[in-house]
């Protein structure tokens, strides 16, 4: 079976399970009332490989559902996550700590229905992004045109960050005075979460607010052109279809990160419990925890295995974590197909600029420090965890993506070129290459090696 790999992300095990049952068609079923499901989802040593098949596989499934349902029925897809949202935050605010097990399940059936907009709205946008291409003409339009409907908490985070710093600047505060402590705690409090990803890490602390603070690289939002279109009824719902996802796509990330934050209190006590670290919980999966809340014997092989390198696929329904020798068998039955001998460096336009800098590569949290004021920041795909490194760098180029994506929202806020979709950026490109970004036209000229 040939495999493509779509993007890299790194995944606590427990974090992985929660969130990728929904790509079955008995839970998408289930949760959005369609067979839904990709035959083929493969997660290994950081990356997400699918296979051609499946993905046009998935594209057939979805243009059926759309050519019976009609268009709105993408709308009500995201309304549906919105509210499975809302629930699964709810529930993980309102933890009954009397009553682990019960509490654990509750969350995990929400996390398991919000998991089915995974990588469905990923499809969904390849399709809304073709449609959108017969509107608009060119990839400046195409961003104005798909402005998010609504402010999401990456763009009010960075406007409260703004507030900060104003008052800091108006009234002649000192950055480690009391009062500008209380207004990090504040801030904190507010937005700390984002700091959790999928690895359940804690909020920010306050010498992360200062730092960013000092960078002062936060730039004003961008609230677009007053540029008018000329849209008929059917092309004007598109529009509003794509600018609601355009916000969807960060909402259900946020939405796990957040979830993954408040229930960490709860696994925390269940850790305690079971009398092992929240290393190990954390590497366990969601039934593996259950059942050793019912007493049955801990995985411990299984969880040091899985700390050392894990995996994870959905093949058909046939669910399943691996590690050890199961890891290496699998994984040499994945045969990946390899666009990196394409030597042009070109992408899409998701805003325009042309700047000069030093490139950082970027896979994983651990190195975003590495990216200092004015670096160009290439990533196989952002996530909001990478925030603080996209606030100093000076660009941003992708290997994946579309005009839809993480990175290209962030771009519009931040106002700061970014080129996406380049499949081998991170691959052309080394640490310390001086790159040229020129995302008016889309291209990244290489100007010299270190």
């Not at 490109?429 to 889309?442: F, R």
Request: with cysteine.
């Amino acid at each position: 079976m040939e495999f493509v790999k779509i993007v890299e992300r790194e995944n606590a095990p427990l974090f992985l399970n929660l969130i990728c049952h929904g790509m079955t068609d008995k839970q998408t079923k289930s949760t959005l009332g369609f067979n839904l499901g990709y035959s083929y989802y493969v997660y290994l040593d950081n990356s997400v490989y699918i296979t051609k098949e499946s993905e046009k596989e998935i594209h057939q499934k979805l243009m059926t559902v759309i050519s019976n349902e009609g268009f709105s029925v993408l709308n009500d897809f995201a309304n549906k996550w919105e509210k499975l949202g809302e629930k699964l935050i709810s529930d993980t605010k309102n933890i009954d700590f009397d009553n682990l097990k019960k509490s654990f399940l509750q969350i995990k059936e929400d996390y398991y229905k919000m998991s089915t907009s995974i990588m469905l709205p990923v499809s969904i946008e390849k399709i809304l992004e073709q449609k959108l291409k017969t509107i608009v003409d060119n990839d400046s339009d195409l961003v104005e045109i798909t402005r998010p409907d609504r402010m999401n908490d990456n763009e009010k985070e960075a406007i409260a960050l703004r507030n900060i710093i104003d008052t800091i600047t108006k009234d002649k505060l000192s950055i480690n005075s009391s009062e500008v402590e209380n207004l990090i705690k504040g801030h904190i409090k507010e937005f700390g979460w984002m700091n959790s990803g999928r690895v359940f890490k804690d909020s920010w602390t306050i010498n992360d607010i200062r730092k960013r603070i000092k960078f002062n690289t936060i730039n004003e939002t961008d609230e677009g052109s007053d540029k008018q279109f000329n849209l008929s009824v059917e092309d004007e719902q598109i529009v509003n279809t794509a600018k609601h996802y355009v916000y969807l796509r960060t909402y259900r990330m946020n939405t796990f990160m957040k979830a993954s934050f408040l229930m960490k209190p709860l696994l925390m006590k269940i850790s305690e419990k079971l009398g092992i670290s929240f290393s190990d919980i954390i590497h366990m999966t969601p039934e593996e925890i259950i059942d050793a809340l019912d007493g049955t014997d801990l995985p411990d092989d299984k969880i040091e295995e899985r700390k050392i390198k894990y995996g994870y696929y959905v093949i058909n329904e046939e669910i399943n974590t691996i590690s050890g020798p199961d890891f290496d068998t699998f994984n040499k039955k994945v045969k990946v197909t390899n666009d990196n001998q394409i030597k042009d460096l070109k992408g899409s336009t998701a805003y325009k600029g042309i700047v000069t800098g030093d490139v950082k590569i970027v896979r994983t949290v651990k190195e975003i420090s590495k990216v200092k004021k004015g670096d160009i920041l290439v990533a196989p795909m952002t996530i909001p965890m990478f925030l603080p490194a996209m606030e100093r760098a000076a660009a941003f180029i992708t290997d994946e993506g579309g005009i839809l994506c993480h990175a290209a929202i962030i771009a519009r806020e931040l106002r700061k070129p970014c080129i996406i979709g380049t499949r081998n950026a991170t691959t052309l490109l080394k640490d310390g290459d001086t790159v040229e970004v020129d995302a008016d036209k889309g291209v990244v000229t290489l100007i010299e090696q270190p």
